[in-house]
């Protein structure tokens, strides 16, 4: 449950949605690259609905508030979680 928690979405995928973003705020993204970034931030936003789930069942099994599993497990958003 723990890891579930502090499972980010890989490298690849982060420095990719980056990439596209990054094309995005140019205006320069492409109807097949404007897809597969719709498909990238469905992966982490399941990702992130994943970690929260997990999060909240820690803090029923360990009988705390979220806001305690997130300080314990420093789940604080980072740049890694996109």
């Known amino acids: 449950m723990v890891q579930a928690a502090n499972e980010v979405p890989t490298r690849g995928v982060r420095e990719r949605w980056r990439e596209l973003d990054g094309l995005r705020r140019a ?9 597969e970034m719709t498909k990238l931030y469905d992966q982490i936003e399941a ?9 909240a069942e820690l803090a ?3 009988q705390v508030g979220i806001d305690s599993v997130v300080k314990q497990l420093d789940l604080i958003p980072t ?4």
Do not use: S
């Open 27 to 35: 205006g320069k993204l492409n109807d097949d690259q404007r897809a």
């Open 47 to 55: 990702n992130h609905a994943r970690r929260i789930e997990a999060a």
């Open 60 to 62: 029923r099994l360990w």
């Open 79 to 82: 740049g890694n979680d996109d």
